[in-house]
C-alpha cells in the first residue's frame, strides 16, 4: 500500500473530525432506537433519517481511518531548514509580473485548499516549486498561463 504524504497539522485535524464522528455513534444509535419503538418502519420517518445519518457517519468514519493508515507524516518543524522547497514547507513567492508576493504552504491532496493557501503536492504551483532553493527564480505554467516566481522565504514551520 503506497503512504500519502501528509502534515502533522492535517493529521491533528483528521484525528479531531473522527473524535467528534465516534462521540456521535452512540448518539445515533439511541436516535433509532427512539424511532423503533415509535411502532412501524416503513412509515417512520425518525427511523429513515436516523439510519441514514448512521450511514453517512460510518462512512466518514471508515474514510478517515483509512486516510490515516495510508498517512506518511512529514514534521518539516525537525528538519534543519536549508531553503529548500519540500513537502510541508511554507514559502513566499513574489510574482515577477505584478510584484504581488504570496505565501503558500505544500499539503496533502486531502488539506489542500486555497482559501486557506495550503496547495496540494500535485498542484501545478507546488510541482513546480519542489526542489528549488530560497532565492531561485521559476516559471510555473498555471491553468492561467505561464507565470515567474522568486522564492522570497522558505520556511520550515
Same mark, same amino acid.
Given at each position: 500500500?503506497?503512504?500519502?504524504?501528509?502534515?502533522?497539522?492535517?493529521?491533528?485535524? @483528521?484525528?479531531?473530525?473522527? !473524535?467528534?464522528?465516534?462521540?456521535?455513534?452512540?448518539?445515533?444509535? /439511541?436516535? $433509532?432506537? %427512539? =424511532?423503533?419503538? @415509535?411502532?412501524?418502519?416503513? !412509515?417512520?420517518?425518525?427511523?429513515?433519517?436516523?439510519?441514514?445519518? /448512521?450511514? $453517512?457517519? %460510518? =462512512?466518514?468514519?471508515?474514510?478517515?481511518?483509512?486516510?490515516?493508515?495510508?498517512?506518511?507524516?512529514?514534521?518539516?518543524?525537525?528538519?534543519?531548514?536549508?531553503?529548500?522547497?519540500?513537502?510541508?514547507?511554507?514559502?513566499?513567492?513574489?510574482?515577477?509580473?505584478?510584484?504581488?508576493?504570496?505565501?503558500?504552504?505544500?499539503?496533502?491532496?486531502?488539506?489542500?485548499?486555497?482559501?486557506?493557501?495550503?496547495?496540494?503536492?500535485?498542484?501545478?504551483?507546488?510541482?513546480?516549486?519542489?526542489?528549488?532553493?530560497?532565492?531561485?527564480?521559476?516559471?510555473?505554467?498555471?491553468?492561467?498561463?505561464?507565470?515567474?516566481?522568486?522564492?522570497?522565504?522558505?520556511k520550515y514551520i
Open positions: 500500500m503506497e503512504k500519502v504524504p501528509m502534515t502533522v497539522r492535517g493529521e491533528q485535524k @483528521l484525528r479531531s473530525e473522527l !473524535e467528534v464522528l465516534l462521540k456521535r455513534r452512540p448518539l445515533i444509535s /439511541q436516535a $433509532i432506537a %427512539e =424511532a423503533r419503538e @415509535l411502532g412501524d418502519l416503513k !412509515e417512520n420517518a425518525e427511523y429513515h433519517a436516523a439510519r441514514e445519518e /448512521q450511514g $453517512i457517519c %460510518e =462512512a466518514q468514519i471508515r474514510d478517515i481511518e483509512y486516510k490515516l493508515s495510508v498517512a506518511q507524516i512529514i514534521d518539516v518543524t525537525t528538519m534543519p531548514n536549508t531553503g529548500k522547497v519540500i513537502f510541508g514547507t511554507t514559502i513566499t513567492l513574489l510574482d515577477l509580473d505584478t510584484d504581488n508576493e504570496v505565501t503558500y504552504c505544500i499539503v496533502g491532496d486531502d488539506e489542500a485548499n486555497i482559501k486557506e493557501n495550503l496547495i496540494s503536492v500535485n498542484s501545478p504551483i507546488a510541482r513546480g516549486l519542489i526542489g528549488k532553493m530560497e532565492g531561485d527564480e521559476v516559471a510555473i505554467t498555471t491553468p492561467g498561463g505561464q507565470k515567474e516566481f522568486e522564492i522570497v522565504e522558505v
